[in-house]
């Protein structure tokens, strides 16, 4: 009778011995195990005592036999408790965070702890013993816990590695037969093997190389994942701290462009202009970067005019292009459709960055982006040049980030090498690829194949030539409002400055306020016909003081459009805003050509 309860002690030792020996991980789960394997120890050397003591009933003071029975099943309950909690530090290693704790655990605890001090355990008969209240109720709470366990593991199985799981399963599964047979038969006592198994499979779970591993992984990762998160925020922060200044030069700068009558004044203008740009250009790259590998980009499809889409590419590229001297011809194919649906902010990114480059190294000759139609919703986009070409060897650096070719022939033309990797990665996610092919000092073909959906089969047409003269143009206001009166609430003067002289060749009535409140106060004795709203301000911000316009019924400007003018500038961002209920949306460094835009949409009546 006891040499099976002997041996189930002397493996239980064994595992504890070898456990000990080698254990150098501190964690919760180690933490959780090693409770386990005492409590195992002792339950088990109790239980063979109380063996001894049911056995020799006449021989044992009663007092003696109650205790060892206490302890025996006192220890039985605890080690269960040890198991929940053993598991539940596996959950969480896995989880990467605290699981809550039910209260009923607290409660069945102390129901039990005061059941097997107070209640009698066994009745001893002339034939054996039999159960007394104070075993039901210690069965009833390892019962509850088993159930709590089980819970646990069907809750959170998706989480657990498959190998644990399956040891879970099947440890629990014996453990809670052996609990059934000692609670039906209780002089069985075979619950020691259940103690040995639950003992050597979460040996295995705690100690073993691969646990320990995935274990060691599971932080790294986390760690890796918080410092991404960090960085992310880090440049989602600096990208706003960097795009006020920026503003303050590129609206500054406008004005320079716009009043000053000295040729060379506007030329040293035109390349301030052009480095801030640039500058933005590098910010927005290693934002989109950031996103890119944290596996936030996705695409957020529009219904949009191609016709719009390839006027703003040309106008853009052709000054570039202008600037060098070289010639941007866009050949379009005839049944080239005019309303399509898709990401068209991410095509245009696309399709600039690989004309910069294009127009960057090229020194003479063309640069030519051509569209056609390869079947019924997929189109054909390349953009050819006749530039400095790319070595055969070179050609898989190409998407590497941050590197660039030929570094010494290349010194004098700015970029970060950062360009293609984000075009290649958003080709990438329209499920199709970047295809390049190059001849070494004659030029370079990068194409494309891209799937969009067709909203309206009409041809487009394009005037290009219409569209780049009125661009070449001097700069004269497309909108003249006299009579219409603008507010502008932000809190930095510079941008209520710019904003301002931006605003002035309008000839319109301008006031500008610096807080929340001031346009709260403002607007409730003054009407205005728009106002641009700054988002970031101290105490009210501008989203708060936009809703609480729109919802005093007696403010003069309950229903003015309002417009918000901030630096979050990240893809979604406007949406975000239009969701809220602002009328329009303006980033910054503010763009002129958008103000305007949105000033003759929203006041030109
Ligand atoms: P960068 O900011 O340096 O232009 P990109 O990622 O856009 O970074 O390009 C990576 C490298 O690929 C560039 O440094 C350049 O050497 C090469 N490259 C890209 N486009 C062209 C092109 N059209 N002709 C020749 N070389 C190119």
Same mark, same amino acid.
């Given at each position: 009778?006891?040499?099976?309860?002997?041996?189930?002690?002397?493996?239980?030792?064994?595992?504890?011995?070898?456990?000990?020996?080698?254990?150098?991980?501190?964690?919760?789960?180690?933490?959780?195990?090693?409770?386990?394997?005492?409590?195992?120890?002792?339950?088990?050397?109790?239980?063979?005592?109380?063996?001894?003591?049911?056995?020799?009933?006449?021989?044992?003071?009663?007092?003696?036999?109650?205790?060892?029975?206490?302890?025996?099943?006192?220890?039985?309950?605890?080690?269960?408790?040890?198991?929940?909690?053993?598991?539940?530090?596996?959950?969480?290693?896995?989880?990467?965070?605290?699981?809550?704790?039910?209260?009923?655990?607290?409660?069945?605890?102390?129901?039990?702890?005061?059941?097997?001090?107070?209640?009698?355990?066994?009745?001893?008969?002339?034939?054996?013993?039999?159960?007394?209240?104070?075993?039901?109720?210690?069965?009833?709470?390892?019962?509850?816990?088993?159930?709590?366990?089980?819970?646990?593991?069907?809750?959170?199985?998706?989480?657990?590695?498959?190998?644990?799981?399956?040891?879970?399963?099947?440890?629990?599964?014996?453990?809670?037969?052996?609990?059934?047979?000692?609670?039906?038969?209780?002089?069985?006592?075979?619950?020691?093997?259940?103690?040995? *198994?639950?003992?050597?499979?979460?040996?295995?779970?705690?100690?073993?190389?691969?646990?320990?591993?995935?274990?060691?992984?599971?932080?790294?990762?986390?760690?890796?994942?918080?410092?991404?998160?960090?960085?992310?925020?880090?440049?989602?922060?600096?990208?706003?701290?960097?795009?006020?200044?920026?503003?303050?030069?590129?609206?500054?700068?406008?004005?320079?462009?716009?009043?000053?009558?000295?040729?060379?004044?506007?030329?040293?203008?035109?390349?301030?202009?052009?480095?801030?740009?640039?500058?933005?250009?590098?910010?927005?790259?290693?934002?989109?970067?950031?996103?890119?590998?944290?596996?936030?980009?996705?695409?957020?499809?529009?219904?949009?005019?191609?016709?719009?889409?390839?006027?703003?590419?040309?106008?853009?590229?052709?000054?570039?292009?202008?600037?060098?001297?070289?010639?941007?011809?866009?050949?379009?194919?005839?049944?080239?459709?005019?309303?399509?649906?898709?990401?068209?902010?991410?095509?245009?990114?696309?399709?600039?960055?690989?004309?910069?480059?294009?127009?960057?190294?090229?020194?003479?000759?063309?640069?030519?982006?051509?569209?056609?139609?390869?079947?019924?919703?997929?189109?054909?986009?390349?953009?050819?040049?006749?530039?400095?070409?790319?070595?055969?060897?070179?050609?898989?650096?190409?998407?590497?980030?941050?590197?660039?070719?030929?570094?010494?022939?290349?010194?004098?033309?700015?970029?970060?090498?950062?360009?293609?990797?984000?075009?290649?990665?958003?080709?990438?996610?329209?499920?199709?690829?970047?295809?390049?092919?190059?001849?070494?000092?004659?030029?370079?073909?990068?194409?494309?194949?891209?799937?969009?959906?067709?909203?309206?089969?009409?041809?487009?047409?394009?005037?290009?030539?219409?569209?780049?003269?009125?661009?070449?143009?001097?700069?004269?206001?497309?909108?003249?409002?006299?009579?219409?009166?603008?507010?502008?609430?932000?809190?930095?003067?510079?941008?209520?400055?710019?904003?301002?002289?931006?605003?002035?060749?309008?000839?319109?009535?301008?006031?500008?306020?610096?807080?929340?409140?001031?346009?709260?106060?403002?607007?409730?004795?003054?009407?205005?016909?728009?106002?641009?709203?700054?988002?970031?301000?101290?105490?009210?911000?501008?989203?708060?003081?936009?809703?609480?316009?729109?919802?005093?019924?007696?403010?003069?400007?309950?229903?003015?459009?309002?417009?918000?003018?901030?630096?979050?500038?990240?893809?979604?961002?406007?949406?975000?805003?239009?969701?809220?209920?602002?009328?329009?949306?303006?980033?910054?460094? *503010?763009?002129?050509?958008?103000?305007?835009?949105?000033?003759?949409?929203?006041?030109?009546?």
């Amino acid at each position: 009778m006891y040499k099976s309860n002997i041996l189930c002690l002397l493996f239980v030792l064994f595992i504890s011995y070898l456990f000990f020996k080698q254990q150098t991980e501190k964690n919760e789960i180690n933490h959780w195990y090693k409770r386990l394997l005492i409590l195992a120890l002792v339950h088990l050397s109790f239980d063979i005592a109380s063996i001894y003591t049911i056995t020799h009933l006449n021989e044992v003071p009663y007092l003696v036999n109650r205790i060892v029975h206490q302890y025996s099943l006192g220890m039985m309950f605890a080690m269960f408790v040890a198991v929940y909690l053993f598991l539940s530090a596996l959950i969480e290693a896995e989880l990467g965070c605290k699981i809550q704790k039910n209260l009923y655990i607290y409660i069945t605890f102390a129901i039990a702890a005061l059941g097997i001090m107070f209640l009698p355990i066994y009745y001893n008969t002339t034939d054996g013993y039999s159960y007394g209240p104070g075993v039901y109720v210690i069965y009833t709470a390892i019962l509850i816990f088993i159930i709590l366990t089980i819970i646990n593991i069907v809750k959170y199985r998706h989480l657990i590695s498959d190998k644990n799981l399956t040891a879970m399963k099947l440890s629990f599964l014996v453990e809670a037969m052996v609990f059934l047979i000692r609670f039906l038969l209780p002089e069985s006592r075979i619950s020691c093997f259940g103690v040995v *198994i639950i003992v050597f499979v979460f040996y295995l779970i705690a100690e073993n190389p691969d646990a320990i591993l995935v274990q060691k992984l599971t932080e790294a990762n986390k760690k890796a994942d918080a410092a991404n998160q960090a960085k992310t925020e880090f440049w989602a922060h600096m990208s706003h701290e960097i795009r006020t200044p920026i503003n303050a030069i590129l609206g500054m700068n406008e004005m320079i462009l716009r009043e000053s009558s000295e040729d060379e004044i506007k030329e040293y203008a035109q390349e301030v202009k052009s480095a801030a740009r640039s500058l933005l250009g590098i910010i927005n790259d290693i934002l989109d970067i950031n996103k890119i590998e944290s596996g936030k980009i996705q695409l957020t499809p529009v219904q949009y005019k191609l016709k719009s889409l390839l006027t703003d590419i040309y106008n853009m590229v052709y000054i570039r292009a202008k600037e060098k001297e070289l010639s941007f011809h866009m050949i379009l194919d005839e049944n080239l459709p005019s309303v399509l649906f898709g990401d068209d902010i991410r095509i245009r990114q696309i399709l600039i960055n690989l004309l910069n480059n294009a127009v960057k190294y090229t020194k003479q000759g063309s640069v030519t982006l051509e569209v056609k139609r390869h079947n019924e919703n997929t189109f054909l986009f390349s953009v050819k040049d006749t530039g400095i070409g790319i070595k055969e060897d070179d050609l898989d650096k190409l998407f590497v980030p941050f590197e660039r070719i030929e570094e010494i022939r290349n010194r004098n033309i700015e970029g970060s090498g950062l360009g293609l990797n984000i075009t290649n990665q958003l080709i990438l996610l329209h499920g199709s690829k970047l295809n390049v092919t190059s001849q070494y000092g004659s030029g370079s073909e990068f194409s494309f194949l891209l799937k969009q959906r067709v909203i309206d089969n009409a041809p487009l047409h394009m005037d290009l030539e219409k569209d780049q003269a009125t661009k070449a143009k001097q700069y004269t206001p497309i909108i003249e409002l006299p009579n219409a009166k603008i507010l502008i609430v932000d809190d930095n003067k510079m941008n209520r400055l710019v904003l301002n002289q931006l605003l002035k060749a309008t000839k319109a009535q301008i006031d500008s306020v610096e807080s929340g409140y001031a346009c709260l106060e403002i607007t409730q004795k003054q009407h205005y016909d728009l106002i641009f709203m700054d988002h970031m301000m101290p105490e009210m911000d501008g989203v708060e003081t936009f809703e609480k316009i729109r919802a005093d019924k007696d403010n003069l400007c309950n229903t003015t459009p309002i417009v918000i003018v901030t630096a979050n500038a990240l893809v979604g961002d406007k949406e975000k805003y239009l969701n809220i209920g602002f009328t329009g949306y303006l980033s910054k460094p *503010i763009n002129a050509d958008v103000l305007e835009k949105i000033l003759w949409k929203l006041l030109r009546n």
